[in-house]
């Protein structure tokens, strides 16, 4: 096409001398910037009307028969304006051929326009690989597979790389130069490139560490104190880890600080089959003796105690004659303590209870005593693990014990208030 609209153009400068065909350049000569204004002009008319047929086909038709189909993965290039990107490649990519009819008689215009259209349709498949990709990352995300992975992480990486390489090849197409100049330009300046990226470098770093060793997901429950979080991470990117707190406040943490600093991660307990009660009750130490017959008969009468009573007695009666103790001999003889009897009930109380995971860990334990009691420290998993449920049950647990305490003859530690000196 090119030589047939050159050969159009020259033909009117052309006439016959002696049967001969001449012609005549110093006419063409004058008349050729008329006519490269004229092939511009031309060009951009074309242009814009290849422009506006993308725009009607690749926007408009395709739209129609993405709203009828039943996929959804479609959708995503649509609301990522893929097809818009990729339809300005048709009128640049006339622009860049065409330009070298408009120019044939002015070379060095010619060289200068196609550089400039060039980088144009570098930086137009830039956005549309970006936007691609943009697509790409919804479509997964809609996966119940990948809703919990960081793929905006691995998408912006993506991005980075293939955005360094179009940059490489945009200054290359620029300045003449071979894209392996740029290579080793920047391998000397690699000192320069770390320190002004040092916050990209370490989160890109930070990125990898945490999808390789899956440290943390969307969705997951994290807890860092350093910086205020106690929430569920709602995004993973290159630079920051996005957590929303259980007040609906959002905190942002840089993402190489979940390879810097400690972090607790709930996802093990969420995954696990119960979720821990680890607590203490404080008993007053002069509250703590020997149980009497009074006290034993009492508690006998309680059902997940009873049998336990019953036999423990009959095991320190034996010990006892055995032994050759009598009732009068208070510290030789073995006896139970209304403090044993108390963690003893707990445990019963514990196993009984069908809220509780019978199959972890449970256990009522006396820890070291101090200036404000003696500890008996609680440890066992309930079965439901959502907070407020959990929140519940270990309320009604602790709600029972601090009732039932006085029926061992047993006193929770308080601090003194005005009213105990008042009362004085």
């Not at 360094?164 to 945009?170: M, R, T, V, W």
Request: with cysteine; proline share 3%; net charge neutral.
């Amino acid at each position: 096409m090119k030589d047939l609209i050159i050969q159009w153009i020259k033909h009117f400068y052309e006439h016959s001398e002696n049967g001969t065909i001449v012609f005549n350049e110093t006419s063409f000569n004058a008349q050729a910037p008329y006519w490269a204004v004229g092939l511009f002009i031309s060009m951009l008319l074309i242009s814009v009307a290849l422009w506006w047929v993308a725009r009607i086909v690749l926007v408009k038709v395709i739209h129609i028969f993405v709203t009828k189909s039943t996929t959804t993965w479609d959708d995503h290039l649509i609301s990522n304006k893929v097809f818009r990107a990729i339809g300005h490649l048709l009128p640049l990519g006339f622009m860049d051929y065409f330009f070298s009819i408009v120019f044939f008689h002015y070379p060095s215009w010619y060289v200068f326009s196609q550089k400039v259209v060039d980088v144009f349709i570098i930086i137009v498949i830039l956005f549309s690989v970006t936007r691609t990709l943009n697509a790409l990352r919804d479509i997964l995300k809609e996966k119940e597979i990948y809703k919990d992975k960081p793929i905006q992480s691995y998408f912006q990486i993506t991005k980075i790389i293939i955005s360094g390489i179009f940059i490489i090849q945009l200054l290359s197409k620029l300045t003449n130069q071979s894209p392996v100049f740029f290579l080793t330009s920047l391998g000397a300046m690699t000192a320069i490139l770390i320190l002004v990226f040092k916050d990209t470098i370490l989160g890109f770093v930070g990125s990898i560490q945490l999808a390789a060793n899956d440290m943390i997901r969307i969705g997951d429950w994290v807890t860092m104190e350093k910086y205020g979080a106690d929430g569920n991470v709602v995004e993973i990117n290159l630079a920051t880890v996005k957590v929303q707190n259980f007040d609906k406040t959002i905190t942002t943490i840089p993402t190489y600080a979940f390879i810097a600093d400690s972090f607790i991660n709930w996802r093990g307990m969420q995954e696990s089959d119960g979720r821990r009660i680890k607590r203490s009750i404080l008993i007053k130490m002069d509250s703590i003796h020997f149980a009497s017959d009074e006290l034993l008969q009492k508690l006998s009468e309680v059902k997940v105690l009873s049998n336990y009573i019953k036999q423990t007695q009959l095991e320190v009666e034996a010990y006892n004659r055995e032994n050759g103790f009598g009732p009068e001999d208070h510290i030789n003889a073995r006896r139970q303590t209304n403090i044993g009897l108390f963690r003893m009930y707990i445990e019963c109380y514990l196993q009984n209870n069908e809220e509780i995971n019978q199959e972890m860990p449970l256990i009522s334990r006396q820890l070291s005593p101090t200036a404000t009691g003696v500890p008996i420290e609680i440890y066992c998993f309930t079965k439901e693990k959502e907070w407020k449920e959990y929140e519940r049950i270990l309320a009604d647990i602790f709600d029972h014990i601090f009732a039932t305490v006085k029926s061992f003859e047993l006193e929770i530690f308080e601090n003194p208030s005005g009213r105990d000196f008042r009362n004085r």
